[in-house]
Structures are given as C-alpha cells and as structure tokens.
C-alpha cells in the first residue's frame, strides 16, 4: 500500500510503502512517530501516524491493467481460433466468456485494494476529539 505525507520543510509529498494494513500495526511495529526523508529537499523528520494517508498507486494500477487486458486479449485471441470451429455458439460465448476473466480479477483485485486504503485512511491512532 502506498502511504503520503507532506514535507513539513518544504511542503511538497513523501510517499513510502507498507504492507501493514492499518495505522494500528503501523504504531505497533514503529511507533507512533515514524521517520521519513522528504526526496526534495532531503529533510529528515518525524511524522505522526495520523498525519500519514493511504493512497491508490496509481502506476501499478495502470500497469495491472494493461497487463491483465494483454492476457484477456492473447487467450481470447487462441480462444477464437478454437471456438470458430466449435458447433454449439451459446456454449462457445460462455466458454469466451471465461477466457475474460482476468479482467474480472482486475477489478476484484482492485475493490480489495480500495477496501484496504478506506480501511487505513478510517481508523486513527489517537482519538479525535
Ligand atoms: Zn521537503
């Protein structure tokens, strides 16, 4: 999961990665303070927990994507070749149907992820008064 802050020095994000699944671990395993360098401006500092958001990573999602749709496409692809010959069209369509499901566990694989963010970015260390 990626995780943003803001440098304190120059204002402009930090992100890091984790796979702990919420700030609980996160102040578990490092405290509630944890150390970041801003790549900037090269400013290392201490950062509270709450102060730290998950968010999507974008460019692995994109790369996911493109990835998981070059698979459906080059299976469907041999899928074709396969069911053009083959006598009986509505089992045919299902059968094409199940060559596309890697785009299905794209979006799975996705739905679990933005559960995950959600499920970071919803429960603080501290309690908000
Ligand atoms: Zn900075």
Known sequence: MKLYTYCQNCNRSITTQTSLPDRIKLA??????????????RTEAMYHIDSIKAV???TQERIMLVLF???AAIVSVFAMDFLI????PVIGAGILLIFQSPILL???IQRIKNKRINNF???FVEVKE
Do not use: A, M, S
């Not at 578990?28 to 900037?40: F, V």
């Not at 010959?85 to 009986?88: A, G, K, L, R, V």
């Open 28 to 41: 578990q395993k490092y405290g509630k303070e944890i150390k970041l360098k801003c790549p900037h401006c």
């Open 56 to 58: 999507k990573n974008k």
């Open 69 to 71: 749709l070059t698979i």
């Open 85 to 88: 010959h083959y006598p009986w």
């Open 106 to 108: 794209y979006f799975i």
């Open 121 to 123: 970015n919803f429960y």
